[in-house]
């Protein structure tokens, strides 16, 4: 038996519900904040990601799904979405077209990671990104944007986290003064951080070994090498989430895994999903643009987990929706009206009605258990002596009260179902 290939997941029917609500909030909120969606490819040129994401990130070293096409392009599965989103800002002339892009998305991304528990090797997705301004608001309407989204689904025990990574050149300074300080320590730290010492030292900061995380808790804080500029920014985003009653705490070991944010950078994470703790992150980019070859043109966004944030739903015993219920059981009597029950069962559709009828010529007892499963709100009893009497009966099922109505009066039958 050929099963799903090792870290990807079906989403059945029985659950299928969830994501569709989630999506409706999501998409609700994001037009309240004007975003508009946009869809891209879920492969794009290998280049893509290795400039925007970064050669020494994680990522791109270790977890994309890379290969070679026909053509001799090297192609890659999208690990995440904010880089083909820019892409298609550059390549579409959004620029020229609007002052301010204010886009967002809901789709699969893939990484080659090892699969637990809130973490596929094809995931979920949704985010925003918003192109063309540098004011610190756009980044606090981020934050405030996602944290509506996930608490509206009845999640507690949530944080959010901030921090500021100033300019590039703040970082870049900061970067030696963290060497330096590291330097007396490296052959204390694991091996991977001694790997990231010269590559990307900022991700030490990321390390879950206990040696790793006891040497950097005295490590010089990079809010203490930013300008004053740099702070004002960060001080603006601070003032607006209180403003909006978001409650957040500064964490200056937030760097994030992405070499191409500035200022801002946030996460809101959970304590309900295990070592996954993270639903939803992002910040401020600046650079993006022109790193990916486009007029420079400044940019803030943030990505979310779906996976993740219906886990902790799961674990935290919130959000939970039922499946939608069928307005119409169409139950048929006997097999001398299946022709009959199935054109009524098409006009009740026609009508908009979600409507089923039993193909499986089962007993009338089987199909009303089957009503009932399907939470029916009416059932159509088609056939029997009130049917050769130009009648069909109707049930009204959560109160068991019955009506009669003519068979060829398919208004009256719409009506008593759209309860006019």
């Keep these: 038996m050929i099963k799903a290939i090792y870290g990807t997941r079906d989403i059945l029917p029985t659950n299928i519900h969830q994501w569709l609500n989630l999506e409706s909030i999501i998409r609700k909120t994001m037009k309240a904040y004007n975003y508009s969606e946009i869809r891209t490819p879920v492969f794009e040129e290998t280049a893509l990601f290795s400039r925007s994401i970064g050669e020494n ?9 890379t290969f070679t096409d026909r053509g001799e392009t090297s192609i890659t599965l999208r690990p995440e979405l904010t880089a083909s989103v820019v892409r298609a800002f550059i390549e579409h002339s959004f620029d020229k077209i609007y002052n301010l ?18 973490r596929l090797r094809q995931f979920h997705q949704f985010g925003a990104e918003a192109i063309g301004c540098e004011d610190p608001s756009l980044d606090a309407e981020m934050i405030i944007m996602a944290f509506r989204i996930i608490s509206a689904l009845g999640l507690k025990s949530l944080t959010v986290k901030i921090n500021s990574l100033g300019l590039p050149a703040e970082r870049d300074y900061y970067r030696e003064k963290l060497r330096e300080y590291l330097k007396p320590f490296l052959e204390k730290l694991s091996a991977e951080s001694i790997k990231r010492f010269d590559s990307n030292v ?9 040696r790793d995380i006891k040497i950097m808790s005295s ?3 990079l809010i ?7 702070l004002q920014h960060f001080e603006t985003v601070k ?24 200022h801002t950078t946030f996460e809101i994470v959970s304590n309900s999903v295990g070592s996954q703790s993270a639903l939803c992150g992002g910040g401020r980019y600046n650079g993006l643009v022109a790193e990916l070859g486009g007029t420079d043109a400044p940019g803030v966004g943030f990505a979310a987990g779906m996976e993740r944030i219906l ?23 006997n097999n001398d009206f299946k022709n009959d029950a199935f054109q009524i069962c098409l006009k009740l559709r026609d009508a908009g009605f979600a409507a089923e009828i039993d193909y499986l010529q089962r007993s009338v007892k089987a199909q009303m258990r089957e009503a009932n499963r399907l939470n029916s709100r009416f059932v159509a009893f088609i056939g029997g002596t009130e049917f050769l009497e ?13 009506v009669e109505v003519k068979s060829s009066d398919m208004e009256s039958l719409i009506r008593i179902i759209r309860k006019d």
């Design 57 to 65: 990130t994680d990522i791109v070293s270790k977890e994309m799904y």
């Design 101 to 118: 892009s204010k886009l967002y998305y809901i789709g699969p991304a893939f990484r080659q990671e090892r699969p637990q528990a809130g």
């Design 202 to 210: 900022l991700r030490i900061f990321d390390s879950k070994d206990e």
């Design 219 to 221: 490590a010089p804080q």
């Design 224 to 230: 203490d090498f930013l300008s004053e500029s740099s």
């Design 239 to 262: 003032n607006a989430l209180i403003a909006a009653e978001i409650p957040y705490e500064i964490d200056p070991a937030l760097v994030r895994g992405l070499d191409y944010y500035t």
């Design 311 to 333: 886990l902790a739903c799961e674990n935290e015993n919130v959000f939970s929706v039922s499946p939608d219920a069928l307005d119409v059981y169409v139950c048929r009597i």
């Design 390 to 402: 130009g009648k069909i009966r109707i049930k009204d099922m959560p109160s068991g009260t019955e």
